[in-house]
């Protein structure tokens, strides 16, 4: 299984950015647990994080004919975002939508997820956590290519 973790804009900052929300833990910390877990499961992972949408469009796109699954946490872009939607619908791999915290009990602004509705799974609130379980989820597998 080869996984591709996408991480969308501020999420480099974790450790730094709002701790009582996203935790102590850095970017750094979260690539090598997920790459531990990855690896007791016998996945592949790569990671990818930038600020802009088009990069993170790209990333996405690069994993077609390449990746089994890919882990996404758009950040702010969840919220925004129908270039990301359009994106994951395009290359038909399973995307498990992921958030740090519990977007859905915040502000009423972030309730919006455009990019939900592509995605096999959303998890959400768990932290850290909640890569591991979207590594899971996609090792399970189970999940039909292209849409
Ligand atoms: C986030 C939630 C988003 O609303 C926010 O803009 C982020 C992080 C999360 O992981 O909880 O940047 O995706």
Redesign the pocket.
Known sequence: MNILVIN????NLLGIREPEI?GRGTYDELCALIRREAEALGAEPEFFQSNHEGALVDAIQSAYGRMDGIIL????Y??TSVALLDAVKAVGVPTVE????D?DT?EPF?RISYVRAACVATV?GRGFQGYLDALRLLCRGGFSRGR
């Open positions: 969308g804009p501020n999420l996203y946490n758009p950040g702010a969840t919220h992921v958030h740090l915290s977007p915040r972030r959400k």
